[in-house]
T-cell receptor, first 116, second 114 residues
Framework: GNSVTQMEGPVTLSEEAFLTINCTYT??????LFWYVQYPGEGLQLLLK?????DKGSNKGFEATYRKETTSFHLEKGSVQVSDSAVYFC???????????????FGQGTILTVHP | DAEITQSPRHKITETGRQVTLACHQT?????MFWYRQDLGHGLRLIHY???????NKGEVSDGYSVSRSNTEDLPLTLESAASSQTSVYFC?????????????FGPGTRLTVL
């Protein structure tokens, strides 16, 4: 079945540091890939997504590239801010026609704390 | 603006009691989902629905039930609450069935079972 493995946290960085959160997946076919962000006390919000190999999703300075050859979708940001402190989830969307169709499989989440 | 709401936001109950968590969306989405969030486990799917009168079990459905009588609502019922069901519960909705479609999440309900 589908699975997502995310970089263990927590991650603590200073403001303006470079961020990478690793995400790898196991799936058949061509799933869509997502990064969600959860700010304290809130629900999850979509940060970015990619629907096919070599697609790059980007939003708010964050980027992730769908790498089918390495089954990865690593999240990066060149210069983090205190306001980026949150929990980040990598997720995989089920393929059309498969048993996971319409559902998301989530990684365990990575807590990011950014200090001034 | 369309939204998805959950109530209550916080709930404390006792072991053995029946509890119902409400989820209401105004996106007019066909798909609705219930997840629980626990430290170290990410989000795990409890139940989901692809439309009115349709319900399906997720990976952690034991002890939970749902019913879908209209497009907007998918209440989650804990038949006999257990301490292992202490968690944060999230409801989500999405457009017609499709792996590429974003799910929109509610703000969550924090449930404590004593």
């Amino acid at each position: 079945g589908n699975s997502v493995t995310q970089m263990e946290g927590p991650v603590t960085l200073s403001e303006e540091a470079f961020l990478t959160i690793n995400c790898t997946y196991t799936a058949t076919g061509y799933p869509s890939l997502f990064w969600y962000v959860q700010y304290p006390g809130e629900g999850l919000q979509l940060l970015l997504k990619a629907t096919k190999a070599d697609d790059k999703g980007s939003n708010k300075g964050f980027e992730a590239t769908y790498r089918k050859e390495t089954t990865s979708f690593h999240l990066e940001k060149g210069s983090v801010q205190v306001s980026d402190s949150a929990v980040y989830f990598c997720a995989l969307g089920g393929n059309a026609g498969g048993t996971s169709y319409g559902k998301l499989t989530f990684g365990q989440g990575t807590i990011l704390t950014v200090h001034p | 603006d369309a939204e998805i709401t959950q109530s209550p936001r916080h709930k404390i109950t006792e072991t053995g009691r029946q509890v119902t968590l409400a989820c209401h969306q105004t996106w007019n989405h066909n798909n609705m989902f219930w997840y629980r969030q626990d430290l170290g486990h990410g989000l795990r799917l409890i139940h989901y629905s692809y439309g009115v009168q349709d319900t399906n079990k997720g990976e952690v459905s034991d002890g939970y039930s749902v019913s879908r009588s209209n497009t907007e609502d998918l209440p989650l019922t804990l038949e006999s609450a257990a301490s292992s069901q202490t968690s944060v519960y999230f409801c989500a909705s999405s457009e017609v069935a499709g792996g590429q479609n974003e799910q929109f999440f509610g703000p969550g309900t924090r449930l404590t079972v004593l």
